[in-house]
């Protein structure tokens, strides 16, 4: 069973203490596919570093986080480009609006987001999103830039059945994870009546560790439990979910 981790910053410091046997732990997990998204260009050197060391694991991301977004928005933007043109990189992510934790910089988001999203169409290659209370405002740019070449991922999905399938609607997979194990998670109640074949897994380690774990530090290793949550869902077993998340995910990076 090979299971696929889409998103997952393992270039995190709360990594650095034991890296290689949170990688191990998920490699015997059955994780053999982590897709690594960007946050800034602080964390370029550390993410490189990764591919150099766990070459047929690991697939990186070029791209400037919406809570990175900040005056000095070009001169990232500038770095993107940079990464994309010297590296092999399979998205350009993760990209969005994020009005959680400043809504002031709500302008220069849209601007980053559409950059990046132009960015990503230039270069053939998918987009993964965050959002975090901006549906609509996301919507609002996917609506205007939708096209055969816009496509990607919906990371961390937490919206309704509607916004599921308006984020579908725009050649978006879901990102389901941790999140669904929640009892206040709520997407668990719908989730089975969305096609798999829309449908990828991912952790967003160090963040949102699944139950049992909740609260405390993630990592790809925990996949295991999402997977068992989505088999109990969709009713099906996790060998199955596996296969055909995984297989969503090629479909999607190309790898």
Known sequence: MIITDTHTHLYSEAFDQDRDAM???????????????????????????????????????AGLHPTHVKNTFKDELKHVQEVLNKHTVVA????????????????????A?????????????PIVIH?????????????QEQGNDLFGIFH????????????????????????VTFKNGDIDQFLNTIDLK?????????????????GKRNESCYIANVLKKMSDIYTISEEKIAEITTQNSKTIFGI
């Open 131 to 143: 959002c975090r209370e901006a549906f609509n405002e996301v919507f609002e740019i996917l609506e």
């Open 156 to 179: 961390c999905f937490t919206g309704t059945i509607a916004q599921a399938h308006k984020a579908i609607s725009y050649n978006m997979a879901l990102g389901i994870g941790g999140v």
């Open 113 to 125: 987001f559409v950059h990046q999203i132009q960015l990503a169409k230039k270069h053939k290659l």
């Open 23 to 61: 990688m191990q732990r998920a490699i015997a997990a059955g994780v053999k596919r982590f897709f690594v998204p960007a946050i800034d260009s602080t964390y370029t050197k550390a993410m490189l570093q990764l591919k150099i060391d766990y070459p047929e694991y690991v697939f990186l991301m």
């Open 198 to 214: 829309h449908i990828v897994l991912e952790t967003d380690a160090p963040y949102l560790a699944p139950v049992p774990y909740r």
């Open 92 to 111: 350009v992510g993760e990209i969005g609006i994020d009005l959680y934790w400043d809504k002031t910089t709500l302008g220069i988001q849209q601007d």
